[in-house]
């Protein structure tokens, strides 16, 4: 009589008792990219390295009540005077939780004549500005530093004392835009404190004086934002608002992660005519992953190309769709798949799915004009089935081209009007995870395949501050 399979040294482990080795690993990748891990893990080593406390492990204990997992935000504002960087740094500290510190504030406080042209002594305001920053680090909040460093010698006492920003922002407005608001000011339109436009002037000279050699070790974190447009510096209201929305998309987004990368699960929805399709498979390119058009793998298609699956697209719940993710190569390499949900059902069971729920969701928004426009010149040559969007040189070639009676612009609003009545059932499914981004696609397309590569490319970005919508 035979051993039972499980009981002897070359089967110890029966079949329905063995582990899912793939399964659990795949659960183990998830969890550690959605919390984070890496980050985590780098923030706390650089913690420990740059400060060395005394007592790490309540030192780490601190440091995991932070808000996220790279740490508290640190945010250097830079700009030329007279462009309202002290109400931004206000708004900024407000709207995130953090410590603000002005270097003006802390010298006119000391005693220090602040209206005078050139800056004030290097080794005072260093000392200041440290002080506060040092208390902020210590009871782990994030800071908001305002008007400091203005030179390189300013920017050295930062490095000696390990003090990294996050974010390094530079308000940018030509000089004539500064004038005018100078002007406003004086003439009692905005709130703030108008100098003379000699002062000014000169001020503005030694702020490009210093700038560029100030920030150039920060020159990989910089974001410029630019602001007071020029033709109405007395609408303080509306650039201040323009000026916001870019800054707090610049400081939700999280610095690239050093972790290792998973293999890519993205999908890219948007109207015909905004180029989901070119952005798909350049991204999937860069990415060295497969690229997934779900308009070729029709039943006909599917038939054709892969006959031995067709069993397979009957039993799973995607369909075509399902089975083509399932294959060896998306799910070593990853995926970036075009055209596929269509209906709100098919993005539900998209996001139930435990293995193919994706990573990121690139709804492209663009107008219907937009679209219509795009679609307006695209032309296919009969003969070789290339298609054209500019008028070839050859008559030859001219003579051959057919327009596509979808491209018309009847039949493209109709295809609109359809897909934005199927996004609204849509959006709400792929939403509700955390890792859906709606991309304006009215721009070049070359602008707006760049904001797609950085939504898919960083972590998320931080949830929108408490209190906000």
């Not at 033709?231 to 707090?248: F, G, I, L, M, R």
């Not at 070593?332 to 798949?337: A, P, R, S, T």
Request: net charge negative; glycine share 6%; hydrophobic share 40%.
């Amino acid at each position: 009589m035979g051993k039972t399979p499980g009981t002897t040294l070359a089967e110890p482990v029966a079949k329905d008792q063995q582990p899912d080795l793939r399964s659990s690993l795949h659960e183990i990748t998830e969890y550690l990219d959605n919390q984070g891990a890496y980050d985590l893990f780098d923030y706390l080593l650089k913690e420990l390295l740059t400060k060395q406390p005394s007592d790490p492990i309540d030192h780490l204990l601190k440091c995991l009540q932070t808000e996220h997992s790279a740490g508290p935000l640190k945010v250097i504002v830079s700009s030329a005077p007279g462009v309202g960087r002290e109400d931004l740094s206000n708004r900024i500290a407000s709207s995130f939780g953090l410590e603000i510190v002005k270097a003006g504030d802390l010298l006119r406080n000391a005693g220090v004549d602040v209206i005078n042209i050139g800056y004030a002594d290097e080794c005072e305001v260093a000392e200041l500005v440290m002080e506060r920053i040092a208390q902020a680090e210590k009871e782990m909040k994030g800071w908001v530093l305002d008007g400091f460093p203005r030179t390189r010698q300013q920017t050295s006492f930062l490095k000696e004392r390990s003090v990294v920003p996050t974010h390094v922002l530079v308000l940018k407005a030509d000089e004539e835009a500064i004038l005018k608001r100078n002007q406003a000011i004086n003439d009692g339109y905005i709130q703030g404190e108008a100098v003379s436009v000699k002062a000014l002037k000169q001020k503005l000279d030694l702020y490009t004086c210093h700038a560029t050699s100030a920030l150039e070790a920060y020159k990989e974190r910089i974001r410029s934002i630019d602001c007071l447009c020029g033709d109405d510096s007395h609408d303080e209201t509306q650039w201040a608002e323009v000026v916001w929305a870019q800054t707090e998309k610049v400081l939700r987004t999280l610095p690239r992660s050093k972790g290792p990368q998973n293999p890519a699960r993205v999908v890219i929805l948007g109207p015909r005519g905004v180029g989901v399709r070119e952005h798909t498979a350049l991204l999937a390119s860069r990415l060295g992953a497969v690229f997934v058009d779900a308009t070729q793998l029709g039943p006909k298609e599917m038939a054709l190309k892969m006959p031995s699956l067709m069993p397979l697209i009957e039993t799973d719940r995607l369909g075509a769709v399902g089975v083509r993710l399932r294959q060896p190569d998306c799910v070593k390499q990853g995926w970036v798949l075009c055209g596929f949900p269509l209906k709100p059902q098919q993005a539900k069971l998209l996001m139930e799915d435990a293995d193919l729920a994706p990573t990121r969701v690139a709804v492209l928004t663009a107008s219907v004009e937009t679209c219509v426009q795009r679609l307006r010149l695209r032309m296919t040559d009969s003969a070789t089935g290339k298609v054209w969007t500019t008028r070839p040189r050859s008559d030859a070639v001219r003579k051959r081209l057919q327009r596509n009676p979808n491209d018309q612009p009847t039949a493209v609003e109709g295809q609109y009007a359809e897909y934005s009545k199927n996004l609204e059932g849509i959006l709400p499914v792929v939403s509700a995870s955390g890792s859906c981004a709606q991309i304006p696609a009215d721009d070049p397309l070359e602008s707006v395949y760049s904001e797609v590569v950085e939504f898919v490319e960083r972590p998320l970005p931080l949830a929108a501050p408490k209190g906000q919508d």
